[in-house]
Protein backbone atom coordinates (compact mmCIF):
# COMPACT_ATOMS: atom_id res chain seq x y z
CA UNK A 1 0.00 0.00 0.00
CA UNK A 2 2.74 2.26 0.73
CA UNK A 3 5.90 2.73 -0.21
CA UNK A 4 9.26 2.81 2.46
CA UNK A 5 9.46 6.55 2.96
CA UNK A 6 5.83 6.80 3.26
CA UNK A 7 6.02 4.43 5.61
CA UNK A 8 8.27 6.01 7.81
CA UNK A 9 7.07 9.50 7.65
CA UNK A 10 3.63 8.38 8.71
CA UNK A 11 5.17 6.40 11.57
CA UNK A 12 7.08 9.73 12.50
CA UNK A 13 3.46 11.55 12.67
CA UNK A 14 2.54 12.87 16.12
CA UNK A 15 -0.95 11.42 15.24
CA UNK A 16 -2.77 8.07 14.70
CA UNK A 17 -3.10 6.86 11.10
CA UNK A 18 -4.98 3.69 10.03
CA UNK A 19 -6.73 2.45 6.67
CA UNK A 20 -9.21 0.40 6.39
CA UNK A 21 -10.56 -1.05 3.28
CA UNK A 22 -14.70 -1.12 1.81
CA UNK A 23 -14.63 -4.52 4.17
CA UNK A 24 -13.57 -2.29 6.85
CA UNK A 25 -10.29 -4.56 7.57
CA UNK A 26 -7.26 -2.53 8.76
CA UNK A 27 -4.89 -2.45 5.77
CA UNK A 28 -2.16 -0.09 8.12
CA UNK A 29 -1.69 0.95 11.37
CA UNK A 30 1.09 3.50 12.37
CA UNK A 31 3.62 2.87 14.69
CA UNK A 32 1.97 5.75 16.83
CA UNK A 33 -0.91 3.38 17.17
CA UNK A 34 1.08 0.69 17.83
CA UNK A 35 2.73 2.36 20.86
CA UNK A 36 -0.61 3.82 22.42
CA UNK A 37 -2.76 0.59 21.93
CA UNK A 38 0.21 -1.95 22.27
CA UNK A 39 -0.85 -3.72 19.29
CA UNK A 40 1.82 -4.24 16.83
CA UNK A 41 0.43 -3.64 12.96
CA UNK A 42 1.50 -7.12 12.36
CA UNK A 43 -1.36 -8.02 14.66
CA UNK A 44 -3.71 -5.28 13.56
CA UNK A 45 -3.64 -5.55 9.53
CA UNK A 46 -6.49 -7.83 8.42
CA UNK A 47 -8.62 -7.48 11.35
CA UNK A 48 -11.57 -5.17 11.90
CA UNK A 49 -11.79 -2.49 14.67
CA UNK A 50 -14.17 -4.61 16.14
CA UNK A 51 -12.54 -7.49 16.09
CA UNK A 52 -9.29 -5.53 17.32
CA UNK A 53 -11.26 -4.16 20.49
CA UNK A 54 -14.07 -6.97 21.11
CA UNK A 55 -17.23 -4.72 22.28
CA UNK A 56 -16.59 -1.58 20.33
CA UNK A 57 -19.12 -0.87 18.39
CA UNK A 58 -19.38 2.96 16.16
CA UNK A 59 -22.10 2.69 13.70
CA UNK A 60 -21.54 6.25 13.24
CA UNK A 61 -17.72 5.15 12.20
CA UNK A 62 -19.18 2.64 9.81
CA UNK A 63 -21.51 4.74 8.33
CA UNK A 64 -18.52 7.33 8.07
CA UNK A 65 -15.99 5.17 6.19
CA UNK A 66 -18.84 3.36 4.22
CA UNK A 67 -19.46 7.49 2.93
CA UNK A 68 -15.70 7.60 2.14
CA UNK A 69 -15.55 4.88 0.38
CA UNK A 70 -18.71 4.76 -1.79
CA UNK A 71 -19.11 8.46 -2.58
CA UNK A 72 -15.63 9.95 -1.77
CA UNK A 73 -16.93 12.17 1.19
CA UNK A 74 -15.00 13.28 3.72
CA UNK A 75 -15.68 12.57 7.26
CA UNK A 76 -15.07 14.28 10.82
CA UNK A 77 -15.76 12.78 13.90
CA UNK A 78 -15.52 15.58 17.31
CA UNK A 79 -14.80 14.63 20.25
CA UNK A 80 -17.35 16.61 21.78
CA UNK A 81 -19.58 14.09 20.27
CA UNK A 82 -17.72 10.93 20.23
CA UNK A 83 -15.19 11.12 22.89
CA UNK A 84 -12.94 9.14 21.36
CA UNK A 85 -12.87 6.33 18.13
CA UNK A 86 -10.11 3.72 19.38
CA UNK A 87 -10.51 2.74 23.35
CA UNK A 88 -7.21 4.31 24.31
CA UNK A 89 -7.29 3.72 28.54
CA UNK A 90 -5.38 6.66 30.07
CA UNK A 91 -2.48 5.91 32.88
CA UNK A 92 -3.87 6.89 35.87
CA UNK A 93 -3.82 10.11 37.10
CA UNK A 94 -4.55 12.13 40.29
CA UNK A 95 -6.18 14.79 38.18
CA UNK A 96 -10.35 13.89 37.74
CA UNK A 97 -11.03 14.06 33.67
CA UNK A 98 -11.92 10.77 31.04
CA UNK A 99 -10.21 7.86 31.46
CA UNK A 100 -10.23 6.79 28.32
CA UNK A 101 -7.90 9.19 25.28
CA UNK A 102 -10.10 11.81 24.21
CA UNK A 103 -9.61 11.97 20.08
CA UNK A 104 -11.17 13.55 17.18
CA UNK A 105 -10.69 11.85 13.58
CA UNK A 106 -11.00 12.78 10.19
CA UNK A 107 -11.65 10.57 7.11
CA UNK A 108 -10.70 11.17 3.77
CA UNK A 109 -10.85 8.47 0.61
CA UNK A 110 -7.41 6.91 -0.32
CA UNK A 111 -7.06 6.00 -4.02
CA UNK A 112 -4.90 3.52 -4.93
CA UNK A 113 -4.95 0.93 -8.50
CA UNK A 114 -7.00 -1.71 -6.19
CA UNK A 115 -9.82 0.36 -5.26
CA UNK A 116 -10.69 3.55 -2.69
CA UNK A 117 -9.66 3.06 1.07
CA UNK A 118 -10.65 5.07 4.20
CA UNK A 119 -7.64 6.74 5.16
CA UNK A 120 -8.19 8.04 8.89
CA UNK A 121 -6.47 10.26 11.43
CA UNK A 122 -6.93 10.35 14.80
CA UNK A 123 -5.83 13.17 16.84
CA UNK A 124 -4.84 13.03 20.64
CA UNK A 125 -7.05 15.49 22.28
CA UNK A 126 -6.78 15.15 25.84
CA UNK A 127 -4.94 17.58 27.12
CA UNK A 128 -7.52 20.36 25.38
CA UNK A 129 -10.08 17.99 26.93
CA UNK A 130 -8.50 18.53 30.47
CA UNK A 131 -7.54 22.35 30.06
CA UNK A 132 -11.14 23.31 28.68
CA UNK A 133 -12.77 21.51 31.64
CA UNK A 134 -10.06 23.23 34.46
CA UNK A 135 -11.11 26.61 32.82
CA UNK A 136 -15.24 25.61 32.70
CA UNK A 137 -15.20 24.31 36.36
CA UNK A 138 -12.94 27.62 37.40
CA UNK A 139 -15.28 29.78 35.40
CA UNK A 140 -18.46 27.65 36.44
CA UNK A 141 -17.37 28.68 40.15
CA UNK A 142 -16.44 32.12 39.74
CA UNK A 143 -19.74 33.19 38.32
CA UNK A 144 -21.17 31.27 41.20
CA UNK A 145 -19.02 32.99 43.75
CA UNK A 146 -20.23 35.97 41.61
CA UNK A 147 -23.86 35.50 42.30
CA UNK A 148 -23.78 33.90 45.86
CA UNK A 149 -22.87 35.93 49.15
CA UNK A 150 -19.95 34.74 50.92
CA UNK A 151 -21.43 33.97 54.48
CA UNK A 152 -24.72 32.88 53.94
CA UNK A 153 -23.93 31.23 50.59
CA UNK A 154 -27.62 32.71 49.46
CA UNK A 155 -27.50 34.74 45.98
CA UNK A 156 -27.06 37.57 46.15
CA UNK A 157 -28.43 41.44 44.79
CA UNK A 158 -26.58 40.80 41.45
CA UNK A 159 -28.44 37.65 40.90
CA UNK A 160 -31.80 38.91 42.20
CA UNK A 161 -31.80 41.46 39.20
CA UNK A 162 -31.33 39.04 36.80
CA UNK A 163 -33.23 36.38 38.09
CA UNK A 164 -36.59 38.90 38.53
CA UNK A 165 -36.39 40.72 35.20
CA UNK A 166 -36.79 37.09 33.81
CA UNK A 167 -39.50 35.76 36.12
CA UNK A 168 -41.37 39.31 35.47
CA UNK A 169 -40.68 38.68 30.97
CA UNK A 170 -42.57 34.35 31.86
CA UNK A 171 -45.06 36.33 34.20
CA UNK A 172 -45.87 39.03 31.74
CA UNK A 173 -45.91 36.58 28.78
CA UNK A 174 -47.87 33.51 30.34
CA UNK A 175 -50.21 35.62 33.06
CA UNK A 176 -48.98 34.66 35.99
CA UNK A 177 -48.18 35.78 39.80
CA UNK A 178 -45.12 36.31 41.42
CA UNK A 179 -44.95 37.67 45.50
CA UNK A 180 -42.08 39.44 46.42
CA UNK A 181 -41.07 39.08 50.25
CA UNK A 182 -38.71 41.47 51.95
CA UNK A 183 -37.56 40.28 55.53
CA UNK A 184 -35.68 42.15 58.04
CA UNK A 185 -34.11 40.83 61.58
CA UNK A 186 -35.40 42.58 64.17
CA UNK A 187 -33.21 44.74 66.48
CA UNK A 188 -29.90 43.28 64.72
CA UNK A 189 -27.84 45.71 65.42
CA UNK A 190 -28.65 44.90 68.80
CA UNK A 191 -27.41 41.36 68.19
CA UNK A 192 -24.55 42.49 67.25
CA UNK A 193 -23.72 45.36 69.94
CA UNK A 194 -23.99 43.01 72.68
CA UNK A 195 -23.42 39.48 71.50
CA UNK A 196 -20.85 40.58 68.85
CA UNK A 197 -20.04 40.38 64.96
CA UNK A 198 -19.50 36.33 65.15
CA UNK A 199 -22.73 35.36 66.86
CA UNK A 200 -24.61 37.70 64.56
CA UNK A 201 -23.33 36.33 61.62
CA UNK A 202 -24.19 33.01 63.16
CA UNK A 203 -27.65 34.53 63.29
CA UNK A 204 -27.56 35.47 59.55
CA UNK A 205 -26.82 31.62 58.55
CA UNK A 206 -29.59 30.18 60.80
CA UNK A 207 -32.40 32.73 59.84
CA UNK A 208 -31.13 32.26 55.93
CA UNK A 209 -32.04 28.12 56.71
CA UNK A 210 -35.34 28.67 58.65
CA UNK A 211 -36.24 30.68 56.02
CA UNK A 212 -35.42 28.27 53.50
CA UNK A 213 -37.08 25.60 54.91
CA UNK A 214 -40.87 26.87 54.47
CA UNK A 215 -39.92 27.88 50.13
CA UNK A 216 -40.59 25.80 47.08
CA UNK A 217 -38.04 24.76 44.66
CA UNK A 218 -38.76 27.08 42.43
CA UNK A 219 -38.47 30.07 45.23
CA UNK A 220 -35.48 31.79 45.96
CA UNK A 221 -34.10 33.89 48.86
CA UNK A 222 -31.35 36.60 48.65
CA UNK A 223 -29.79 38.63 51.06
CA UNK A 224 -30.74 41.65 50.12
CA UNK A 225 -28.48 43.43 52.52
CA UNK A 226 -26.59 43.33 56.16
CA UNK A 227 -29.91 41.80 57.85
CA UNK A 228 -32.29 42.49 54.81
CA UNK A 229 -33.87 39.21 53.05
CA UNK A 230 -35.78 38.98 50.03
CA UNK A 231 -38.21 36.26 48.73
CA UNK A 232 -39.36 35.61 45.18
CA UNK A 233 -41.90 33.24 44.99
CA UNK A 234 -43.25 33.03 40.91
CA UNK A 235 -47.28 31.49 40.95
CA UNK A 236 -47.88 32.79 44.30
CA UNK A 237 -50.65 35.14 45.01
CA UNK A 238 -50.50 38.21 47.47
CA UNK A 239 -53.08 36.14 50.27
CA UNK A 240 -50.89 32.81 49.38
CA UNK A 241 -47.31 34.52 50.01
CA UNK A 242 -48.97 36.29 53.55
CA UNK A 243 -49.75 32.89 54.70
CA UNK A 244 -46.30 31.95 53.69
CA UNK A 245 -44.69 35.22 55.09
CA UNK A 246 -46.77 34.16 58.65
CA UNK A 247 -45.41 30.56 58.72
CA UNK A 248 -41.77 32.02 58.15
CA UNK A 249 -42.52 34.63 60.90
CA UNK A 250 -43.34 31.97 63.13
CA UNK A 251 -41.00 29.24 62.38
CA UNK A 252 -38.17 32.30 63.34
CA UNK A 253 -39.98 33.57 66.25
CA UNK A 254 -40.00 29.53 67.77
CA UNK A 255 -36.50 28.74 66.36
CA UNK A 256 -33.28 28.81 68.48
CA UNK A 257 -31.06 30.95 66.15
CA UNK A 258 -27.79 31.60 66.63
CA UNK A 259 -27.82 29.70 69.69
CA UNK A 260 -29.81 32.47 70.97
CA UNK A 261 -33.57 31.51 72.97
CA UNK A 262 -36.42 30.97 71.05
CA UNK A 263 -38.02 34.15 70.45
CA UNK A 264 -35.10 36.60 71.10
CA UNK A 265 -34.53 36.58 67.24
CA UNK A 266 -37.86 37.84 65.16
CA UNK A 267 -38.25 39.78 62.37
CA UNK A 268 -40.61 41.58 59.87
CA UNK A 269 -41.98 40.94 56.91
CA UNK A 270 -43.35 42.82 53.95
CA UNK A 271 -45.60 41.21 50.91
CA UNK A 272 -46.32 42.81 47.73
CA UNK A 273 -47.18 40.95 44.20
CA UNK A 274 -47.12 41.49 40.59
CA UNK A 275 -49.85 40.26 38.68
CA UNK A 276 -51.22 40.67 35.64
CA UNK A 277 -53.67 43.36 36.66
CA UNK A 278 -51.68 45.20 38.42
CA UNK A 279 -47.73 44.94 36.32
CA UNK A 280 -45.14 46.84 37.87
CA UNK A 281 -41.35 47.18 37.26
CA UNK A 282 -38.47 44.92 39.53
CA UNK A 283 -37.75 48.17 41.33
CA UNK A 284 -41.43 49.04 41.79
CA UNK A 285 -41.85 45.61 43.91
CA UNK A 286 -38.73 45.28 45.61
CA UNK A 287 -40.12 49.17 46.82
CA UNK A 288 -43.48 47.96 47.68
CA UNK A 289 -42.51 45.03 49.54
CA UNK A 290 -39.86 47.35 51.79
CA UNK A 291 -42.21 50.22 52.17
CA UNK A 292 -44.37 47.57 53.43
CA UNK A 293 -41.61 46.00 55.71
CA UNK A 294 -40.99 49.11 57.23
CA UNK A 295 -44.72 49.75 58.16
CA UNK A 296 -44.43 45.93 59.80
CA UNK A 297 -41.61 47.47 62.02
CA UNK A 298 -43.54 50.79 62.68
CA UNK A 299 -46.71 48.72 64.37
CA UNK A 300 -44.70 46.99 66.56
CA UNK A 301 -41.80 44.62 64.37
CA UNK A 302 -42.89 40.58 64.46
CA UNK A 303 -45.33 40.88 62.27
CA UNK A 304 -46.12 40.74 58.47
CA UNK A 305 -47.45 43.79 56.36
CA UNK A 306 -49.04 43.22 52.91
CA UNK A 307 -50.70 46.55 52.08
CA UNK A 308 -53.89 45.48 53.92
CA UNK A 309 -52.92 46.30 57.34
CA UNK A 310 -50.43 44.68 59.63
CA UNK A 311 -51.32 41.07 60.70
CA UNK A 312 -50.55 41.42 64.54
CA UNK A 313 -48.57 38.90 66.09
CA UNK A 314 -47.84 38.27 69.69
CA UNK A 315 -45.42 39.64 72.28
CA UNK A 316 -42.72 38.46 72.67
CA UNK A 317 -39.31 38.62 74.85
CA UNK A 318 -36.94 40.85 72.53
CA UNK A 319 -33.35 41.29 73.05
CA UNK A 320 -32.85 44.30 75.28
CA UNK B 1 -34.03 35.30 -12.02
CA UNK B 2 -33.88 30.92 -11.75
CA UNK B 3 -36.40 29.68 -10.16
CA UNK B 4 -37.65 25.87 -8.82
CA UNK B 5 -41.04 24.67 -10.23
CA UNK B 6 -43.65 23.19 -8.10
CA UNK B 7 -42.72 19.81 -9.73
CA UNK B 8 -38.91 21.07 -9.04
CA UNK B 9 -39.78 22.09 -5.50
CA UNK B 10 -41.16 18.86 -4.64
CA UNK B 11 -38.71 16.44 -5.86
CA UNK B 12 -35.93 18.10 -4.12
CA UNK B 13 -37.76 18.03 -1.24
CA UNK B 14 -38.58 14.38 -1.28
CA UNK B 15 -34.45 13.84 -2.39
CA UNK B 16 -33.44 16.32 0.38
CA UNK B 17 -35.78 14.38 3.32
CA UNK B 18 -34.73 11.32 2.35
CA UNK B 19 -31.33 12.31 3.32
CA UNK B 20 -31.98 14.03 6.66
CA UNK B 21 -33.94 10.62 7.82
CA UNK B 22 -30.33 9.05 6.81
CA UNK B 23 -29.05 12.25 8.68
CA UNK B 24 -31.28 12.09 11.60
CA UNK B 25 -30.56 8.05 12.32
CA UNK B 26 -27.10 8.85 12.44
CA UNK B 27 -27.08 11.67 14.73
CA UNK B 28 -29.76 9.27 17.03
CA UNK B 29 -27.35 6.95 17.14
CA UNK B 30 -24.20 9.16 17.60
CA UNK B 31 -26.46 10.63 20.93
CA UNK B 32 -28.70 8.47 21.95
CA UNK B 33 -31.54 10.29 21.76
CA UNK B 34 -34.16 10.44 19.50
CA UNK B 35 -33.13 13.49 16.63
CA UNK B 36 -35.70 14.05 13.37
CA UNK B 37 -34.57 16.12 11.16
CA UNK B 38 -36.85 17.36 8.34
CA UNK B 39 -36.56 19.62 4.97
CA UNK B 40 -40.39 21.10 4.44
CA UNK B 41 -39.50 23.70 2.05
CA UNK B 42 -36.97 24.58 -0.78
CA UNK B 43 -36.05 27.60 -2.81
CA UNK B 44 -33.67 28.98 -4.74
CA UNK B 45 -32.21 33.06 -3.34
CA UNK B 46 -29.90 34.71 -5.16
CA UNK B 47 -26.31 34.57 -2.73
CA UNK B 48 -26.08 37.83 -2.22
CA UNK B 49 -29.54 38.03 -0.71
CA UNK B 50 -28.85 34.66 1.24
CA UNK B 51 -28.65 36.10 5.13
CA UNK B 52 -31.24 38.88 4.81
CA UNK B 53 -33.99 35.70 3.27
CA UNK B 54 -32.96 34.05 6.60
CA UNK B 55 -34.26 36.87 8.53
CA UNK B 56 -30.33 37.77 9.81
CA UNK B 57 -28.64 41.32 9.68
CA UNK B 58 -25.35 39.86 9.01
CA UNK B 59 -22.70 37.21 8.54
CA UNK B 60 -21.88 37.14 12.52
CA UNK B 61 -25.54 36.01 13.31
CA UNK B 62 -24.97 32.88 11.86
CA UNK B 63 -23.10 29.82 12.78
CA UNK B 64 -21.82 27.68 9.42
CA UNK B 65 -19.92 24.52 8.73
CA UNK B 66 -19.86 22.95 5.10
CA UNK B 67 -18.23 21.02 2.16
CA UNK B 68 -17.03 21.36 -1.28
CA UNK B 69 -18.50 19.45 -4.03
CA UNK B 70 -17.24 18.02 -7.06
CA UNK B 71 -17.13 15.53 -9.65
CA UNK B 72 -20.87 15.53 -11.00
CA UNK B 73 -21.90 18.80 -9.11
CA UNK B 74 -19.44 21.40 -8.35
CA UNK B 75 -20.27 24.07 -5.78
CA UNK B 76 -20.52 24.30 -1.74
CA UNK B 77 -22.65 23.09 0.62
CA UNK B 78 -23.17 24.93 3.85
CA UNK B 79 -25.19 24.45 7.13
CA UNK B 80 -26.24 27.56 8.53
CA UNK B 81 -27.51 27.88 11.99
CA UNK B 82 -28.23 31.06 13.69
CA UNK B 83 -25.94 31.60 16.88
CA UNK B 84 -28.80 31.17 18.93
CA UNK B 85 -30.40 27.98 17.44
CA UNK B 86 -26.78 26.92 17.69
CA UNK B 87 -26.47 27.37 21.11
CA UNK B 88 -29.78 25.55 21.74
CA UNK B 89 -28.99 22.31 19.31
CA UNK B 90 -25.10 22.14 21.45
CA UNK B 91 -26.40 22.36 24.76
CA UNK B 92 -29.00 20.14 24.06
CA UNK B 93 -26.48 17.77 22.19
CA UNK B 94 -23.88 18.05 24.65
CA UNK B 95 -26.13 18.83 27.88
CA UNK B 96 -24.38 16.39 30.29
CA UNK B 97 -21.26 19.04 30.26
CA UNK B 98 -21.33 21.78 32.84
CA UNK B 99 -21.85 24.51 30.10
CA UNK B 100 -21.49 28.45 30.53
CA UNK B 101 -23.23 31.24 28.86
CA UNK B 102 -21.86 33.25 26.39
CA UNK B 103 -18.47 32.93 23.98
CA UNK B 104 -17.50 29.53 26.53
CA UNK B 105 -19.93 27.56 24.33
CA UNK B 106 -17.67 28.95 20.87
CA UNK B 107 -15.14 25.47 22.07
CA UNK B 108 -17.43 23.44 22.14
CA UNK B 109 -19.70 24.91 18.93
CA UNK B 110 -16.74 24.65 16.48
CA UNK B 111 -16.26 20.95 16.78
CA UNK B 112 -19.47 19.86 17.25
CA UNK B 113 -21.76 21.82 14.51
CA UNK B 114 -18.81 20.52 12.16
CA UNK B 115 -19.50 16.95 12.57
CA UNK B 116 -23.51 18.13 12.47
CA UNK B 117 -22.93 19.55 9.63
CA UNK B 118 -20.83 17.24 7.96
CA UNK B 119 -23.49 14.20 8.98
CA UNK B 120 -26.53 16.83 7.30
CA UNK B 121 -24.52 17.75 4.52
CA UNK B 122 -23.18 13.89 3.60
CA UNK B 123 -26.80 12.47 4.18
CA UNK B 124 -28.48 14.49 1.61
CA UNK B 125 -25.75 14.66 -0.74
CA UNK B 126 -25.20 11.20 -0.69
CA UNK B 127 -28.87 10.25 -1.36
CA UNK B 128 -28.77 13.25 -4.31
CA UNK B 129 -26.04 10.93 -5.88
CA UNK B 130 -27.99 7.87 -5.55
CA UNK B 131 -31.24 9.15 -6.74
CA UNK B 132 -29.82 11.89 -9.12
CA UNK B 133 -27.72 9.05 -10.35
CA UNK B 134 -25.15 11.96 -10.20
CA UNK B 135 -21.16 11.12 -9.14
CA UNK B 136 -20.89 13.91 -6.31
CA UNK B 137 -17.84 14.41 -3.68
CA UNK B 138 -17.47 15.95 -0.62
CA UNK B 139 -14.31 18.09 0.24
CA UNK B 140 -12.66 18.23 4.15
CA UNK B 141 -15.33 19.95 6.50
CA UNK B 142 -14.68 23.63 6.89
CA UNK B 143 -16.20 25.89 9.50
CA UNK B 144 -16.95 29.23 10.40
CA UNK B 145 -15.61 32.40 7.80
CA UNK B 146 -13.38 29.68 5.94
CA UNK B 147 -16.66 27.81 4.96
CA UNK B 148 -18.19 31.21 4.48
CA UNK B 149 -16.23 32.52 2.39
CA UNK B 150 -15.70 29.49 0.23
CA UNK B 151 -19.50 29.75 -0.57
CA UNK B 152 -19.46 32.96 -1.91
CA UNK B 153 -16.44 32.23 -3.51
CA UNK B 154 -18.65 29.42 -5.47
CA UNK B 155 -21.23 32.38 -6.49
CA UNK B 156 -19.42 34.93 -7.15
CA UNK B 157 -16.89 33.60 -10.19
CA UNK B 158 -15.99 36.45 -12.92
CA UNK B 159 -17.94 38.93 -10.65
CA UNK B 160 -21.15 38.56 -11.38
CA UNK B 161 -23.45 36.92 -8.17
CA UNK B 162 -25.12 33.83 -8.86
CA UNK B 163 -28.05 31.50 -6.96
CA UNK B 164 -28.00 29.24 -4.26
CA UNK B 165 -30.53 26.47 -3.01
CA UNK B 166 -31.91 27.13 0.34
CA UNK B 167 -33.49 24.22 2.02
CA UNK B 168 -35.21 25.05 5.52
CA UNK B 169 -34.22 22.38 7.98
CA UNK B 170 -35.99 21.53 11.16
CA UNK B 171 -34.03 19.53 13.82
CA UNK B 172 -35.67 18.27 16.68
CA UNK B 173 -33.58 16.91 19.64
CA UNK B 174 -34.52 16.54 23.32
CA UNK B 175 -37.97 18.35 22.77
CA UNK B 176 -36.34 21.20 21.85
CA UNK B 177 -37.30 22.49 17.86
CA UNK B 178 -33.96 24.17 16.47
CA UNK B 179 -34.42 25.75 12.80
CA UNK B 180 -31.37 26.22 10.35
CA UNK B 181 -31.00 26.15 6.60
CA UNK B 182 -28.98 23.64 4.17
CA UNK B 183 -27.70 25.82 1.56
CA UNK B 184 -26.62 24.86 -1.92
CA UNK B 185 -24.47 26.85 -3.97
CA UNK B 186 -23.38 25.92 -7.26
CA UNK B 187 -21.87 26.95 -10.13
CA UNK B 188 -24.36 27.87 -13.19
CA UNK B 189 -23.45 24.82 -15.11
CA UNK B 190 -23.94 22.73 -12.17
CA UNK B 191 -27.15 24.29 -11.09
CA UNK B 192 -28.34 23.98 -14.55
CA UNK B 193 -27.58 20.57 -14.62
CA UNK B 194 -29.27 19.57 -11.54
CA UNK B 195 -32.19 21.24 -12.20
CA UNK B 196 -32.24 18.86 -15.48
CA UNK B 197 -31.82 15.77 -12.98
CA UNK B 198 -34.53 17.38 -11.02
CA UNK B 199 -36.69 17.25 -13.81
CA UNK B 200 -35.83 14.03 -15.34
CA UNK B 201 -35.99 12.49 -11.26
CA UNK B 202 -39.57 13.97 -11.10
CA UNK B 203 -40.70 12.90 -14.63
CA UNK B 204 -39.71 8.98 -13.89
CA UNK B 205 -36.53 9.47 -16.60
CA UNK B 206 -34.20 8.19 -13.90
CA UNK B 207 -34.63 4.75 -12.75
CA UNK B 208 -33.90 4.56 -8.84
Known amino acids: MWKDHETE ?14 AQRICYWNDWLATRTNIPAGIATGKTLPELFPGLQNLRLESAIKNVIRYRAHQMLSQTLNRYIIPIPLEESAAPGPSMMQQQAHLAPLARAEGIYALVSILDMTDSVRRSDALMAQGIALREASIRDALTHLYNRRYLWDWLENQLSQCARYGHPLACLMLDIDRFKKVNDYYGHVKGDEVLVDFSRAVTEHLRASDILV ?10 APHCSLADASELAQRILNSVRSSTIGGLTAGQITCSIGVADWTPTRPCTSEELLKTADERMYQA ?15 ASPQVEQVK | MTTLSPFEQDALIEIANIG ?15 ILVSIPTARVVEAKDLFSTLGLAQQEDAVCAGQELSGGLEGYSLLLLPLEQSRTLISSLIGHKPLLEGTDMRIFEHEAMTEIANIIISSAITVMADL ?16 LDALFRRTSANGTQHHVIVLDARLNATHKQVSGSL ?8 LSAMLTRLHDFASGNIKV
Not at chain 1, 223 to 232: A, D, K, N, P
Open chain 1, 9 to 22: ALNFLPIGVLVLDD
Open chain 2, 20 to 34: MSRAATQLSLLLNDE
Open chain 1, 223 to 232: RYGGEEFVVL
Open chain 1, 297 to 311: KLSGRDRVANGAGSL
Open chain 2, 183 to 190: VLALTVYS
Open chain 2, 132 to 147: LKVEIHLGVPGYGKKA
